[in-house]
């Protein structure tokens, strides 16, 4: 994969990113759109309430997707559910740290946007594409029609 774009700049959505199960794509580039809304609001200086605002969208939505993913794998008998499961634990109290350093005004918003913007990419193409063989394996269909259901919820 190509470098990300620095850090004030948008992470455009790339054939790069796919696991290839349109229903997991469409979750990650919510999460894109999400970091993306940030990068955004801290560029345009759009103040804290914002931000905050984004920030909690951002861990909420996280911790959404990371329940589906973590279902699909128990559901289809992935066998590195455990292993992907702790990385996801990881980054939830991860987030949970510098959440509260940035609220005690420890570090600035752009340390945690960097951290998650090359924690997400790598995390999608290192581990997520991991389990797409697997997944199709099993039956899991690569797209369909109807529009993903956290769609009405996130955009
Ligand atoms: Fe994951």
Known sequence: ???LPDIGEQIEWSSDFSVGIQEIDEQHKV???????LTEAIEERRGTKVRNQIIDRLFEYTRVHFTVE???MRILDYPKYEQHKHEHEALVSQ????????NSETI???EL??????WLINH???SDKAYKEHFLKMGVKRSWANKSWLD????
Request: glycine share 2%; charged share 25%; hydrophobic share 50%.
């Open 113 to 118: 946007l960097f951290f998650l913007r090359s």
């Open 152 to 155: 009405k919820f996130w955009k």
């Open 108 to 110: 600035s918003t752009y």
């Open 70 to 72: 973590e279902s699909l």
């Open 95 to 102: 987030l949970t740290e510098f959440i509260k350093k940035i």
């Open 1 to 3: 994969m190509e470098k």
């Open 124 to 126: 999608i193409i290192g």
């Open 31 to 37: 999460l894109v759109n999400i970091l993306n809304d």
